[in-house]
């Protein structure tokens, strides 16, 4: 129903930022509340942050507050983390994932759709 497609990822030093983006095809962007969940090596994908279908609301991992910011552009079918302040521990695989006609989600199973990844490797 809906493709996700992540960007932005890299590799980048402690304390540096990265914009990851997801781009949703179609034109019924608005219908899905949003998150990102990363995985590392080894670890099972954990939540880092959502945002539900207006923007107005948004929900962050105790481990990215303040950190991280989530945001998105309806227009542009489009949603972003705004990660600075980067820490080697946040070295991950980061997804995007969409719920649909729900308001946002922390929980990975409350999400319908998923993209493929992007890398983001944080070195000391």
């Known amino acids: 129903q809906v ?3 992540e960007a932005g990822g890299g590799l980048v030093q402690a304390g540096g930022s ?21 995985q590392a090596p080894g670890k099972e994908r954990e939540f880092v942050a959502a945002i539900n279908k207006s923007g107005s609301n ?6 990215v507050k303040g950190r991280f910011a989530i945001s998105r552009n309806n227009a542009k079918n489009t949603l972003y983390l705004q990660m600075n302040s980067l820490k080697p521990e ?5 997804y995007c ?3 649909y006609n729900s308001g946002s989600s922390i929980i990975e199973r409350g999400y319908d759709y998923w ?3 992007t890398q983001v490797t944080v070195s000391s």
């Open 58 to 63: 948004t929900y962050y991992a105790d481990s």
């Open 115 to 117: 993209g493929q990844g």
């Open 97 to 99: 994932a969409a719920r």
């Open 18 to 38: 990265l914009r990851l983006s997801c781009v949703a095809s179609g034109r019924t962007f608005s219908s899905y509340a949003m998150g990102w969940f990363r």
């Open 3 to 5: 493709r996700l497609v």
């Open 90 to 94: 946040d070295t991950a695989v980061y």
